[in-house]
């Protein structure tokens, strides 16, 4: 797929697919991935928290579990790193589901050919990507939180057997968003 | 100087149907102590959200009371929520930081919150209400006042001598659990 642009789903009708599965509370830090998204959910005042860094994302979320209410928190997998003792810590062991909706930065890592492409055949993202890229979507699965990685005409699937999954574990589960899914 | 434990006994006995968030370690061990109860959230971990996880019980039950038990080193953690908290205004947060300028749970390893007044900070981000406290009867007074919130309440303390008190019993499940059927609507 080098330098073929993914099939895009508007941001209207990923967002419709979100909210016909019940979830009704969102937070989270900006991504450029996800940036049609996160405008779409603004254009409701007060459907969108912004938080200052992913970690208290994660926390409002839990409380707005704790309130009956069915969170998501969207962010980089750069913000995995600030989230992962909170989704840990709080989350798995409270049994507070969450659904994750993660930039996906970075998608086959560093540079493995004399082109430039990464490992995926696509061209490799900025340096700071190339490891969480390469690593953040085993370290969830490590750490028991099932990723999907839908491409747009999986999206409305990946969000009713990851919305099922959070019902039965009450535990969270992640939607991994590469650049161009959404638009 | 009430002590830490002393604190949170005060507020304790306050308490009607509030929401209480409990930050990790000993204020966690000592509210179990002093006032278990289905309402009070025992968050044994994630150090640095509990004034989070109350902003989010706060705005989606605007009607329901919320307290925050917050320390002054996980407060400093997470510095971040206290522009969240006045951004959003919920008028049913309380959020309370027991100041005992110490890391008291791993053996009272210094701050420097005797350096930062930590009211200014939340002054600072909006915080509609602040009070800095020190004597039991100024807290009474402080809570039973009309104000609409979110409150930010500073108690100055000491940390407490002698044994700690146990670990949280129930299971991490059990907490979500009862406090989920505690304030079902």
């Known amino acids: ?183 | 100087m009430m002590t830490t434990r002393e604190a949170i006994a005060v507020v304790a006995e306050l308490l009607k149907e509030e929401v209480v968030i409990c930050t990790t370690g000993y204020t966690c061990r000592d509210m179990q102590v002093v006032r278990d109860r289905a309402r009070n959230f025992y968050m044994i971990g994630s150090m640095g959200l509990a004034a989070p996880i109350g902003l989010g019980l706060a705005v989606a039950r605007p009607e329901l009371p919320v307290v925050v038990l917050d320390g002054d080193g996980a407060l400093l953690m997470g510095l971040g929520v206290l522009p969240m908290i006045a951004a959003d205004r919920p008028k049913n947060l309380t959020h309370v930081v027991l100041d005992n300028e110490a890391f008291v749970s791993t053996g009272k390893q210094p701050t420097f919150s005797s350096v930062v007044p930590l009211e200014r900070l939340a002054e600072a981000a909006g915080y509609p209400v602040v009070h800095r406290l020190v004597h039991p009867e100024q807290i009474r007074k402080v809570w039973g006042a009309p104000a609409a919130g979110p409150r930010f309440l500073l108690i100055k303390c000491r940390p407490d001598t002698g044994p700690a008190a146990p670990r949280v019993e129930a299971d991490p499940e059990r907490i979500t659990q009862r406090l989920m059927e505690a304030i079902a609507s």
């Open chain 1, 1 to 183: 797929m080098s330098g073929k642009t993914l099939p895009a789903a508007p941001a209207g009708e990923a967002l419709a697919a979100l909210e016909a599965r019940g979830f009704d509370f969102y937070s989270g830090v900006a991504c450029s991935i996800l940036a049609p998204l996160i405008t779409e959910l603004t254009r409701v005042p007060g459907r969108y928290r912004p938080a200052p860094r992913e970690d208290l994302a994660v926390g409002l979320a839990a409380g707005a579990y704790l309130a009956g209410r069915r969170p998501v928190a969207l962010m980089q997998n750069s913000g995995l790193g600030y989230s992962l003792n909170a989704l840990m810590s709080l989350n798995w062991i409270y049994r507070i589901p969450l659904l994750l909706v993660i930039g996906y930065r970075g998608f086959g890592g560093a540079p493995a050919r004399p082109d430039g492409a990464c490992a995926s055949g696509g061209p490799a993202d900025a340096p700071e990507h190339w490891v969480i890229g390469a690593h953040g979507e085993a370290l969830l699965k490590e750490i028991g939180i099932p990723v999907w990685v839908p491409d747009a005409a999986g999206w409305a699937g990946a969000v009713d057997e990851a919305a099922a999954w959070l019902e039965r574990e009450r535990r969270p589960a992640a939607l991994m968003l590469r650049k161009g899914i959404v638009s």
